[in-house]
């Protein structure tokens, strides 16, 4: 059974700080990674990792997968309040597949 | 473009009821999904569309079809409500899957008391 396993579950910062969150996974037939970050609404799609593209970065947002040790992390830096929000990680795996599977989600709470 | 849609945002159903989720996406997108999100539980995905024509399970398909009316919509639908299908219900699409974003409509917030 594929697994995604994000860590911290939540984390409250300061306006100005540096965050990391972390994304470890037990898949079969590894294809992507996804992270999306969600308000009080729909998820919204921030980055896909894969195989020939282990690094993406946009603003103060940047990931990078590490497929040897099954894991990826998301940085945020000099963070703001609008980064306010749950992040969710996410794999596709096996041959064919439709099936995106989630982790739990990060809590990032920025205070002013 | 509207992305995806869905309705309605709201539904408060009694034990046994039945009830139709619509959505729909304008972006010609091959496939579609049903989730649901739970608290502490992540979203899990019900069932699927990889193409116009053809279904499939997902993690939590107990008590749910799903109809994939044409290539825009895809209907999501409770026949018999439980308690325990109180939850967020996420519609999303995308061009196909392994290597594809999807993306996610504004949800419906069911309540089954």
């Known amino acids: 059974e594929d697994k995604v396993v994000q860590s911290p579950l939540s984390l409250v910062v300061h306006e100005g700080d540096t965050v990391t969150l972390n994304c470890s996974y037990e898949v079969t037939n590894f294809r992507s990674l996804l992270w999306y970050k969600q308000e009080k609404k729909a998820p919204t799609f921030l980055f896909m990792l894969t195989s020939s593209g282990i690094e993406k970065k946009s603003g103060r947002l940047s990931s990078i997968l590490d497929k040897k040790e099954l894991f990826s992390i998301l940085n945020i830096t000099a963070t703001q309040t609008g980064d306010s929000a749950v992040y969710l990680c996410a794999l596709y795996s096996g041959a064919g597949s439709y099936q995106l599977t989630f982790g739990k989600g990060t809590k990032l709470s920025v205070i002013p | 473009n509207a992305g995806v849609t869905q309705t309605p945002k709201f539904q408060v159903l009694k034990t046994g009821q039945s009830m139709t989720l619509q959505c729909a996406q304008d972006m010609n997108h091959n496939s579609m999904y049903w989730y649901r999100q739970d608290p502490g539980m992540g979203l899990r995905l019900i069932y699927y569309s990889a193409s116009e024509g053809t279904t499939d399970k997902g993690e939590v398909p107990n008590g749910y079809n799903v109809s994939r009316l044409n290539k825009r919509e895809f209907s999501l639908r409770l026949e018999s409500a439980a308690p325990s299908q109180t939850s967020v219900y996420f519609c999303?699409?995308?061009?196909?899957?392994?290597?594809?974003?999807?993306?996610f409509g504004p949800g419906t917030r069911l309540t089954v008391l």
């Open positions: 999303a699409s995308s061009w196909t899957g392994g290597y594809n974003e999807q993306f």
